[in-house]
Nanobody, 123 residues
Framework: QVQLVESGGGLVQPGGSLRLSCAAA????????MGWYRQVSGKERELVAV???????NYADSVKGRFTISSDNAKNTVYLQMNSLKPEDTAVYYC?????????????????WGKGTLVTVSS
């Protein structure tokens, strides 16, 4: 089993910044990519940003130029630096990890989600 621990959400004024962190722990063999998704009540979960183990990144058009995803592979941790936040960025942000884990002495594909952290952008 792999656990994801997210932190960094909260209330911020429009134009402000927040930094989210997500650390993965457990019987991890390797990580292909880690990412952040967000969801507003009544809407589907959407991709915010993803980073591969090789450092390639992909962003939703709505956050390009404002958000930066980075990772510390040695710590199995992914970060999301969010700048110039807008009210429409308000959502629950979820961390995701995809890769391989060890179970029963064998390697299995893994795809885990964090519990989510609330980001509220409001004056």
């Amino acid at each position: 089993q792999v656990q994801l621990v997210e932190s960094g959400g909260g209330l911020v004024q429009p134009g402000g910044s927040l930094r989210l962190s997500c650390a993965a722990a457990g019987r991890i063999v390797s990580i292909n990519n880690m990412g952040w998704y967000r969801q507003v009540s009544g809407k589907e979960r959407e991709l915010v940003a993803v980073i591969t183990s090789g450092g390639s990144t992909n962003y939703a058009d709505s956050v390009k130029g404002r958000f930066t995803i980075s990772s510390d592979n040695a710590k199995n941790t992914v970060y999301l630096q969010m700048n110039s936040l807008k009210p429409e960025d308000t959502a629950v942000y979820y961390c995701n990890v995809v890769g391989l884990e060890r179970k029963y002495g064998m390697k299995y594909g893994m795809n885990y989600w964090g519990k989510g952290t609330l980001v509220t952008v409001s004056s």
